[in-house]
């Protein structure tokens, strides 16, 4: 029987990591114990960041799910091809192959190539097609997703959920289509030595076909489920670990149709506050109380007033950018305008973003995209999840986090989108910090996205390890799109090799413009 180690270098799911720290979570999760669990129990004798602890707990959870279907197969199929598969799905595949061809191992491993590569390439490079009923009455929500096409290998997950919303209510029809003459070909390769007198069709019809056009919906909604409520846990996260604004005096303003103020001391009293629509007033506000930083939103809907607020507010201030999200519920309680109610919320978010943003129920905070397509109780128990890591955390020894800024971006000879040029050199403050990389605000309306692939010369996998709300940068601007108002940013300093960004090309660039769509559309 494969083992938990076995399994992982075969699936290639924690190459990176140390076998010593993979042993001791593994004997963690055979207790029982949740990733919160785990974190808590093992102080100092597990060093890995809650996000690889999570990445070995859920490898141990398919494990589990193998084993037990593996069991089933005992005495039936050869046990060394059963030892061979790492998802039910093989061992499914297996059996009908075996009803097929028999239980000898050499063709029965070659069913399990065959279903394994097929599958693969339905991921890759099958088709959705979108279409609609006209006369459904809720149509015209989807007008911007009808007669559309789109290669699985692109598609992003908050994409397939709304499809899937609109083909469940009756309003669209998605019609999947399969490369099957490459599969066909594949089956030819793997096949060749034990068809006999039958054709290639007939071993992909019976081990794959039969069986990939029914299940292949049912895959893509389990991860694209699972995808936006890894990001919706990643987005919580970064706000939750957002640097702490160290500051005896602090001024904070909300930005919404008109303008709201508050004085805040280190420990998040109001000191004054007041509702305006003159930043001048604000200004001289902050310039009274002798203010040591500044507190602004990350967005508003007046994107050229919060503009205006960081150019005059800033000078000589250190600046914070807090998220604005969920402040009609945050805001409740607070003796002051409503105006004036949010800016409090957003300075005692800067003071202490984990006191503050577990004051809330996260899912109050719509951090998941397309939140009212996932299943409420899968993304709460997420949640809780990522709340109890970060608690877990909070009391370990780590590395050193990344700083707030100690001011705001000066580049005075960028005033618009088009005098930004690739590799053009601009400094930036980090608004937002996501699964997919962070977001960059280099003083103009448009903010900046660096994509995870370009946050640092090496590999990373949590964002948040690198880069902090609030944290100064120095970006290279890769790309403008002006059509869409877009601007993509590097924090690399190392220039690629041409034979990386090549294999980037093929396949991780396809996701990486997929995620980059998606963080695109916040705010």
Known sequence: MIDFFAYLQRTREADDLPRAEIQKIEALCREGLSVPDILERAVGEITLPGVHVRRIHDAHRRFGLVLAAAETRRGRLPDEVIDEATAPHQLDALDRAASWLGPEPAPLRAALALWTRCLALARRDGEVKVDADPGHPGVAQFDEDVRRAEKLGGLASHRWLRWRRGERDGALRLRLSLPVAVMEAQAKAVFGPYLGSRQPREALDAIVLSHLEASLPRMLDEWAESDAIRAAQGALQGVLRAPRLEADRIGSVHIGTGLGAAILDREGAILESMVTDDLAGIGALFDRHQVEAVVLPTRAADSDRLAQAQRRLSRGRRVQQVSPAGLHEARKGIDAPPRAASAVVLGRRALDPLREWTRLDPIHLGLAEY???????????????????????????????????????????????????????????????????????????????????????????????????????????????????????????????????GATSAGAKTRALSDLERLFKKG
């Open 371 to 501: 939140q009212h397509d996932l299943d409420l109780a899968k993304l709460r128990a997420a949640y809780d999840e990522t709340l109890r890591v970060v608690r877990a955390e909070a009391g370990r020894p780590t590395a050193p986090r990344p700083q707030a800024s100690a001011a705001l971006p000066a580049n005075p000879l960028v005033r618009h989108l088009d005098d930004l040029r690739p590799g053009t050199l601009v400094q930036g403050v980090v608004t937002s910090v996501t699964q997919f990389g962070a977001f960059v605000n280099i003083g103009l309306r448009e903010e900046g996205l660096v994509h995870i692939s370009e946050l640092a010369d090496h590999f990373v996998e949590d964002p948040s390890t690198v880069v902090a709300i609030g944290q100064r940068v120095l970006a290279k601007v890769l790309h403008t799109d002006r059509a869409r108002r877009r601007i993509s940013l590097s924090l690399r300093r190392e220039e690629r090799p041409a034979r990386e960004r």
